[in-house]
């Protein structure tokens, strides 16, 4: 049942949550009302209950209906899930794409200009990244994948050529992969490289487009090499993406930090919970993290899981493959 009624300022909606059930509804408003506090400031109302009456007021009505369709799905997902996790919470906000423009997310965030798209950093730490990698000669973005790390690191990247603040870009991966594994793929090493460079490609493509992204290529204006590549090259006026970094070894992430030249811009991006290097080895960019924790000019982002663009059916795929994992191990 919902009940719509309007004040000069304000829409209120009213909304009872069937079946009523008290265990349910504690799951949905969370541990001291922390899920309703969370959807009261992304989306701007005010929601206040008495057992499984809800009523909902916010002065722009469409956020009013938007929190009613949340609470509904949510209180669903109460019967399937159990707990409501602030993610949770968070990607049922993120999927209906509605957020206050106050708070956490400013409204006049800066939009990331490309020849074909404009790209909206969405949520306080993608908004403090990208500040970052406007303010700092280095910065490192680490975090899970679906974080928008990479994405936006090619979006600034992009926009920088577009603007002649640099003259290149070089999108670098490591490639674990180059022993006898790589061996077995067809075509030569550009092409061998590709299949771990995909995600990289696909952002350029839709930034600037396949023709001229393979033109870029052609003149050398876009390079992408593996991190091997980088060894005894200076590199000026470039900006410089290091992707999966956390498959570097300490010594290539030094070599790789030392080859930034004048003029350069560079990201570092890896999550350290997904390395492929050998059992025993230390990663470079745990190393990194650790030893350039107060060098000034290096900015410093961490993302969490909270802030991955995932599908809520994909988040709760990967909290069973977590369960799965802890009561077998």
Not at 5 to 20: D, H, M, Q, W
Not at 87 to 92: P, Y
Not at 271 to 300: C, E, F, M, R, W
């Amino acid at each position: 049942m919902t009940k719509t009624t309007s004040t000069a300022t304000n829409t209120i909606k009213e909304i009872r949550l069937e079946p009523f059930d008290n265990k349910r509804l504690a799951l949905l408003c969370g541990q001291f009302d922390e899920n309703i506090k969370h959807i009261e400031t992304r989306i701007g109302v005010r929601i206040s209950y008495r057992g499984n009456t809800f009523k909902i007021s916010s002065p722009k009505a469409p956020s009013c209906q938007s929190t009613v369709e949340i609470l509904r799905h949510l209180y669903r997902e109460t019967e399937a899930n159990g707990v409501i996790s602030l993610e949770i919470v968070h990607l049922f906000i993120q999927e209906f794409g509605i957020e206050s423009s106050e708070g956490d997310f400013p409204a006049n965030t800066k939009l990331i200009k490309t020849p074909r798209t404009s790209v909206k950093p969405r949520g306080g730490n993608q908004i403090n990244y990208v500040d970052g990698i406007h303010k700092h000669d280095i910065n490192f973005g680490i975090g899970p994948a679906g974080t928008g790390k990479t994405y936006l690191a090619v979006a600034c990247a992009v926009e920088a050529l577009t603007n002649e603040e640099v003259k290149r870009i070089l999108l670098v991966r490591p490639a674990v992969e180059a022993g006898e594994k790589l061996g077995f793929l067809p075509g030569d090493l550009a092409q061998k490289v590709d299949p771990y460079l995909r995600p990289l490609y696909d952002a350029l493509y839709e930034m600037i487009g396949f023709e001229q992204v393979a033109r870029l290529i052609e003149k050398s204006v876009i390079e992408i090499a593996p991190l091997a590549f980088m060894r005894g090259r200076t590199l000026n006026n470039a900006f410089i993406i290091l992707d999966e970094s956390q498959n570097t070894t300490p010594e290539q992430m030094k070599m790789f930090l030392t080859r930034i030249g004048f003029g350069s811009t560079a990201v570092i991006t890896g999550d350290l919970t997904q390395t492929d290097l050998p059992k025993g080895s230390k990663s470079g960019l745990a190393q990194a993290l650790h030893i350039l924790n107060d060098v000034k000019g290096i900015g410093s982002t961490t993302f969490i899981a909270s802030d991955v663009v995932r599908h809520p059916i994909v988040q709760r795929i990967v909290e069973a493959y977590n369960h799965y994992d802890s009561s077998h191990h």
